[in-house]
């Protein structure tokens, strides 16, 4: 995909640029602000925020916003995700960014409820559609590394080490991709997820979904052959649901089954794809500015290049051997 694929207009429908952030207090609660009577999506609870003023960056607007609404000096923040939502009136594009520091007491100044919500305690129905795809992020890894097929290993018990030492190096979101067709011994699934548990981390399973149903994993990650015979979300809500994309489409098709995230690949040229062409940062950006859910950079990208990857309005990296894996 080159830029010239990806679509450069909007729809017919006014489109709106909001900025909002996540304020946390000394026990990790989240402060939410709800909705005034008389305004678009009266009454549901969402991260404080607003829109974003002609010639006005983002962040600019974000701290004028917290003033403004709940009377707040923000210290430094960073960008979380964005996603661009189709509400039947209008569109929104939601750059959300992590506050890490603020002045003041927060309060309703404009007359609005604000509440304090533990993230376990965040509740998606109240909650605006465009804001609902972010709660999953609030205490999620931006760097998921995902492993080579168990199969390449010299024995089981070399790919659990290697689990180990992935879980070492400080990686808390782990996908398990077998090789097509390869079954996975069931003493390989009870190892890594007993050390990721212990790790306070989570894992993802891939692959054959018969297969996958019967693993006590946190999520699971389609890919994007499998997206298309879905007719709805493949898992509880209470598990993760990532999906492979590689253009605008396919991320679509990934929100029409309820998933939660996707990879957008292959940002940059790989040894193991090399006849796939790479997006290049620019068009990977562009095709974020359009996505409707939170992204990961694959391909070709590194735990540092998360950086980049959130100031393209993604949420992270993902990647194999430069994931932990020797």
């Not at 609005?112 to 804001?131: F, H, K, N, T």
């Not at 399973?205 to 709805?232: F, K, M, N």
């Not at 309820?258 to 620019?282: C, F, I, K, R, Y």
């Amino acid at each position: 995909m080159t830029a010239a694929d990806i679509p450069d207009f909007e729809p017919q429908r006014e489109t709106v640029e909001v900025a909002a952030g996540v304020l946390r207090d000394e026990d990790g609660r989240v402060l939410l602000s709800r909705r005034p009577d008389g305004r678009h999506l009266a009454g549901s609870w969402e991260f404080p925020g607003g829109k974003v003023e002609a010639g006005e960056a983002p962040d600019q607007a974000l701290e004028r916003e917290l003033a403004e609404e709940l009377g707040v000096r923000i210290g430094p923040s960073r960008p979380l995700a964005s996603i661009r939502h189709e509400y039947p009136e209008k569109i929104v594009r939601l750059r959300l960014f992590e506050v890490h520091s603020f002045r003041g007491t927060p309060q309703g100044v404009e007359g609005q409820e604000i509440r304090w919500v533990p993230i376990s305690g965040l509740d998606a129905g109240e909650m605006p559609a465009a804001d609902r795809p972010l709660i999953r992020l609030l205490d999620l890894d931006p760097h998921y590394s995902i492993s080579p097929a168990p199969s390449t290993f010299e024995s089981p018990s070399r790919f659990i080490e290697a689990w180990q030492q992935c879980l070492q190096a400080g990686f808390r979101l782990i996908r398990l991709r077998p090789a097509p067709g390869e079954r996975v011994p069931n003493e390989v699934v009870e190892a890594i997820d007993r050390m990721t548990r212990a790790s306070g981390a989570r894992w993802i399973a891939s692959g054959d979904l018969d297969q996958c149903y019967g693993w006590p994993a946190h999520g699971i990650h389609l890919s994007a052959a499998q997206i298309v015979h879905l007719d709805r979300r493949p898992w509880p809500q209470e598990r993760i649901v990532i999906a492979s994309c590689h253009d605008l489409e396919e991320t679509r098709i990934a929100d029409s089954v309820q998933a939660d995230l996707v990879t957008l690949s292959p940002v940059a040229e790989t040894a193991s794809h090399p006849d796939a062409m790479p997006l290049g940062w620019d068009a990977f950006e562009r095709v974020i500015r359009f996505c409707p859910l939170p992204a990961l950079a694959l391909g070709g990208v590194r735990p540092d290049d998360w950086a980049r990857s959130r100031a393209a309005g993604a949420f992270g990296v993902a990647g194999i051997s430069a994931f932990g894996w020797r």
